[in-house]
């Protein structure tokens, strides 16, 4: 009774604290200042004053002369409101001496003002500023990415409330020059800089628009461009919710949020003193390690990238030494990290970079051994996987005693599109209690310790470019660079093992102390962690082993892959991470120093897509939190983000993004069932699909481009479309989903519009956008409603969400089939024959594993399994070269080398996943009807495969394939509370005879059905625990499909199988090669033979497996085209 009781009053007080809070708001007392009372003759005051009388309770017009003649005016209000869209000089009325005390005593006393446009002049006459604000001129010009201009906090201020620290609060309709009044360059105002120009992509942190000034009790916020009322505006709520922030933040509410400042003080690196507490630091000891682990072995390092990453760091570099870099978002926390040995018998420094290691790649760890004439040293990298902790472990075995050299660099580079100048000055000290450096910047907030369970015997650190060696010392070579670099020495006796510990944090100094102080305690225990956390992710994950060693190795290293790239970043949130690379490559954002490391920070599109792989796999939380953080961040439009930095800074410049969040959102339930959560997210949802509908302006019933953002392609020579098909794809898919999810919550009305809207937009897809001249699908739509006939990858995407005729389907997946379009490594976004195409263009002639991955799943959506599977090894088969075990962003399109950014891209790894899981397995999951449909499409020669752990909803099946002789039998085990109902359709070989099928010790004449290049049966199974499915069958002949072998530098060797058909004893193959080349071709054999081959050379077997030679002739062609007859 007394818990109650309490409760209630809990409860009560709870209300009226937030009641009166609402009050608080509400009760804001705002005078809008103006010349003139009858003000409404101009449309700009008039629409800001109409925006406070509908937005605040209180509000009236106050004049200058009513301030004269009396200041008592001033009484009933708490904020002035002076806003000045006239850019002549203030008139002697608004500068009147008397007008100017009185508002000055308004303030002092408690009132406040805001002042917006040129009335930002006001700050000189009130005494704030001696210099006169400046004036400039910024184009709103639309080049592709609509007209966005507004202003950003550094990180977070009240006024940016809901606005996730900076807004674009004016988007005209028209190319236009704007005004703004501020402080600009080396200009610097005596106000506190509360935020700075922002355009498209683009901090410009020299000009300061948005000034605070604290006078007496009260506050005054000086906005000088942007806040145009009257005007058509697209961003025009962001505006208005942008003013009302500012009047609730200057009559005391902070909303939740710490106001933050631009800082332009000189910037300094100086030295501080750090005392702390003793703490305990065991010794060093030799590590296990887990010999099971999945691993990559290689006898010789090279140049090529590695990066070792958990949720909260970075590690990334060369496999022969050293570490380029170390982030923690949102910052790098150290670079340039080197190790070098010295023997006691030599003076000689060998430094680990010019070494060729020995390495050894984990999932959990990336490990060198450094073999010399008389010792070898182990290096093992490690991380933390939850916290911002790097272990670097070092065992030393010698003939002699060593000495480790180490020496690094630190800049404190807090990331894009922040600039170097926003870390603020850094400082730099050793703590002998942690036995470590620590350096500070901004504020203290952000932090870097590294320190040892070994003392060393020197120590050097502060403003140095590098180090020279001196006898026995060494000594420091100062440089103008903004960066501390230390070095320190550890003497290593014969037998001996240390540890380097890194940590790297946003919160401060308290919690970088606290992962320090827990790590240096136990080094291996977060080695260890990580190894357990990586052996429980693949033994609890969806796991397929195959007859092919390097299918398994590579599907396995795609899922560990996938799983490094969700980051957690304190202040910002989980989710998925695009790319990772150190800041040497890629654009640099136009900074001096890049603060770019790869696409190491939030996407839209890229979380999505590779969102979906995630949930066919079964990591159902993972992906409810991506689609949490995308809901945390949707805009106020409803528009989903393309980009969010780990510093915080938030773009929504894509039109994709906001369809695929929606996609995503439906392919989670069908596979998780969690429909509380989609309740919970309906709000979301419908905001997203209803801010859609706003991006059709001509009535073409298709979302756009216009004025929305890319999609997909961001630039280059196919840029630009009203609608994309690619887009429209996404469109049609978005609303198939969304009538899913409005119909089983119950939403009948909206489920019935979806539906309707989904059925017209899948036909203006398949029949609007398709070229009969061409027999492909046109690129995209103009703004003069003609269409760009490029032939691109693109559709691709709207054929695997299925919404082409199969004839249309058919034309298009035959050209992507061929030389044109596919490599030995992937299939290329245009063709090379294509005037366009470039190699090594981005969007114009490369190869993405995205590509190649979105053709496999059009492939099997559409029958052409063979061609689907090669595909899929094209991507799989990448992690044996560059960054050992992962997969790269983007490839050339003449020869196989790297072309992008990233050396280990996450929707590159998911695009191995989701063509073998939704395409070679036939998987889809509807977990609310507790159903799963499976129909596997194996590879021929497979006779054996093991599938565990697929999970829909909460059940969890087991499926074992074997093969052999004239019985292929599947054998299923379930655990789940109810029943598992699968629709199961397994695909086999051409004309195979099919006999019977034994389920449950009863017998089925099967019934098969006829794909274009298999026969596959349709059993529809109710799963309890275990059941067993035996098919027997005879007969049966197909083409194995090509699986290129390229390595590095390779140029593509041309050999495609296009199609393959059986008719009356008679098996076709289309088969496109090189001219002048001769190339195998080996066909699969039920219990028949082969009689004859035309257009080929029969010219050995193997068990049941032909081989057969095709000889391309020379011809002027690059490649040719040739049909192989096989009599039976």
């Known amino acids: 009774m007394i818990k109650i009781i309490t409760l209630i009053l809990f409860l009560l007080e709870f209300f009226s604290v937030e ?309 923690s978002h949102p910052f790098m926390t150290l670079r340039d990290y080197e190790v070098g040995v010295k023997f006691s018998y030599r003076d000689t420094i060998y430094w680990f970079n010019d070494q060729i290691p020995q390495i050894e790649v984990r999932p959990e760890s990336f490990t060198r051994t450094y073999r010399f004439v008389r010792a070898f040293v182990k290096e093992i990298i490690t991380t933390d996987r939850e916290n911002p902790v790097g272990v670097i472990h070092y065992e030393y075995r010698g003939v002699y005693p060593g000495q480790l050299v180490i020496r690094f660099k630190s800049n404190m580079r807090f990331m894009w599109p922040y600039s170097q100048n926003t870390s603020d000055s850094i400082f730099y000290g050793w703590c002998e209690q942690l036995n470590s450096f620590i350096i500070k910047a901004q504020n203290d907030e952000l932090v870097m310790i590294i320190g040892s369970n070994k003392k060393p015997v020197s120590k050097l650190s502060g403003q140095f470019e590098d180090f020279t060696k001196s006898d026995t010392t060494f ?117 001096p120093i890049s603060g770019r490391p790869g696409y190491a920070w939030y996407f839209g599109r890229d979380g999505q897509w590779s969102g979906m792989a995630i949930s066919d796999y079964g990591d159902f939380q ?55 959560f989609i309740r919970d997210s309906w709000s979301n949802i419908k905001k997203a699909i209803d801010f859609l509908y706003t991006t059709d302006t001509d009535g073409d019933r298709l979302i756009e481009n216009t004025n929305v953002g890319h999609g997909w392609i961001e630039g ?47 036909k203006i897809v398949n029949n609007d956008f398709w070229n009969g001249k061409t027999h492909f699908f046109n690129y995209g739509k103009l703004p003069d409603n003609t269409y760009n006939q490029e032939r691109t990858i693109l559709p691709a995407v709207p054929l695997y969400f299925n919404l082409a005729d199969k004839e249309k389907a058919a034309a298009v997946l035959d050209v992507y089939a061929g030389n044109g379009f596919s490599t030995n490594w992937g299939v290329r976004i245009l063709s090379d024959q294509s005037p366009l195409f470039n190699p090594r263009g981005y969007h114009y002639g490369s190869v993405w594993p995205l590509f190649t991955g979105w053709t496999a799943l059009a492939e099997y959506q559409y029958g052409n399994y063979l061609q689907g599977f ?37 929707w590159s790894e998911t695009m191995v996943l989701q063509p073998i899981l939704e395409g070679m397995l036939g998987l889809r999951a509807s977990a609310l009807e507790n159903t799963l449909m499976f129909a596997p499409r194996f590879p021929p020669d497979w006779d054996s495969v093991q599938i565990e752990n697929i999970k829909v909803g909460s059940h969890l099946v087991n499926v074992k394939m074997m093969r052999k002789d004239k019985k292929t039998s599947y054998y299923f085990s379930h655990t789940g509370d109810k029943q598992l109902k699968i629709e199961f359709s397994p695909y086999f070989m051409q004309g195979m005879e099919f006999v019977k099928i034994i389920l449950k010790n009863n017998e089925y004449k099967p019934e098969p059905l006829i794909s274009k290049q298999n026969v596959y049966l349709n059993l529809f199974l109710e799963l309890e625990k275990e059941l067993l499915v035996e098919i027997y069958h005879s007969g049966g002949i197909s083409v194995l499909p090509v699986v290129p072998n390229p390595k590095p530098g390779d140029a593509s060797e041309g050999f495609r199988i296009i199609s393959s058909d059986l008719k009356n004893n008679i098996y076709t193959v289309e088969v496109e090669g090189k001219s002048g080349s001769e190339e195998i071709l080996k066909v699969v054999m039920g219990d028949k033979i082969i009689n004859s081959v035309d257009n080929g050379e029969l010219i050995s077997s193997e068990e049941n497996i032909y081989s057969i030679r095709v000889i391309f002739e020379k011809s002027d062609s690059k490649y040719l085209r040739k049909v192989i007859t096989i009599h039976l």
């Open 475 to 591: 000594e420091g070579q100062p440089t103008d660079k903004f960066q501390v670099a230390a070095l320190f020495t550890f003497d290593l006796g014969m037998n001996d093992n240390m540890d380097i510990i890194v940590v790297g944090t946003n919160e401060g100094e308290k919690s970088a102390l606290a992962s320090y102080s827990e790590a240096i305690s136990n080094p291996e225990k977060i080695y260890l962690n990580s190894t357990k956390y990586y052996r429980e992710f693949l033994s609890n994950g969806l796991i397929i082993t195959t007859p092919d060693a390097t299918f398994n190795e590579g599907y396995r290293w795609a899922m560990v892959g996938t799983d490094k790239f969700f980051v957690n970043t304190p202040g910002i949130g989980k989710s998925l991470v695009a790319g990772y690379s150190t800041t040497a490559k890629g654009w640099d954002g136009a900074q």
């Open 622 to 676: 993972k992906v409810k939190e991506v689609l949490q953080f995308y809901q945390k961040y949707q805009d106020l439009s409803g528009k989903i983000f393309h980009e969010l930095t780990t510093s915080g800074a938030v773009h929504y410049d894509a039109a994709d993004a906001t369809p695929l969040y929606i996609i995503l959102a439906g392919h989670y339930l069908r596979w998780s069932g969690d429909i509380d």
């Open 716 to 762: 280059g020579s196919l840029y630009g479309a009203k609608t994309t098909f690619y887009l429209a794809g996404c469109w049609a898919a978005a609303l198939g989903q969304a009538e899913y999810i409005a119909d089983v919550l119950g939403f009948e009305s909206e489920a019935n519009k979806y539906r309707k809207d989904f059925e017209n937009v899948m």
């Open 870 to 906: 090669s595909h899929i090894m094209n991507n799989l088969k990448v992690y044996e070269n560059w960054a050992r075990g992962y997969v790269e962003e983007v490839l050339n399109g003449s020869e196989y080398l790297p072309s992008g950014v990233c050396p280990h891209q996450c």
């Open 19 to 327: 009641i009166s809070a609402q009050q608080d708001i509400s009760n804001i007392k705002v005078g809008f200042l103006t010349r003139d009372k009858n003000f409404q003759y101009n449309q700009e005051l008039a629409a800001a004053f109409s925006f406070l009388q509908k937005n605040f309770r209180y509000t009236r017009s106050i004049t200058f002369s009513e301030i004269k003649s009396d200041p008592e005016h001033l009484n009933d209000i708490n904020v002035i409101w002076f806003h000045r869209p006239d850019s002549v000089d203030f008139s002697n009325e608004e500068t009147e001496s008397q007008v100017i005390s009185s508002i000055k005593k308004f303030i002092e006393m408690g009132g406040n003002l805001l002042l917006t446009l040129d009335a930002m002049k006001l700050v000189v006459p009130l005494g704030l500023e001696s210099a006169n604000p400046q004036i400039n001129y910024v184009e709103a010009f639309d080049e592709g990415y609509g007209r966005k201009l507004g202003l950003h906090s550094f990180k977070s201020h009240p006024i940016f409330h809901n606005l996730y620290g900076g807004a674009y609060i004016w988007a005209p309709l028209k190319d236009q020059l704007n005004r703004q009044v501020g402080f600009f360059k080396n200009s610097i105002p005596n106000g506190k800089v509360a935020a700075v120009d922002w355009a498209y992509i683009t901090l410009k942190e020299d000009s300061k628009l948005v000034l605070e000034y604290v006078l007496g009790k009260g506050k005054i916020i000086a906005v000088g461009s942007y806040t145009y009322y009257s005007p058509e505006n697209q961003n025009k709520q962001h505006l208005e919710l942008f003013t009302k922030n500012c009047l609730e933040y200057l009559t005391g509410n902070n909303l939740n949020e710490i106001p933050r400042y631009w800082n332009y003080n000189p910037f300094q690196i100086l030295p501080f003193t750090y005392l702390s507490e003793n703490i305990v630091i065991p010794p060093a000891n030799i590590w296990n390690r887990n010999l099971e682990s999945l691993t990559i072995n290689s006898q010789f390092a090279s140049e090529n990238n590695f990066d070792i990453t958990g949720e909260r760091m970075m590690i990334m570099g060369k496999e022969k030494g050293g570490i380029e870099e170390i982030w």
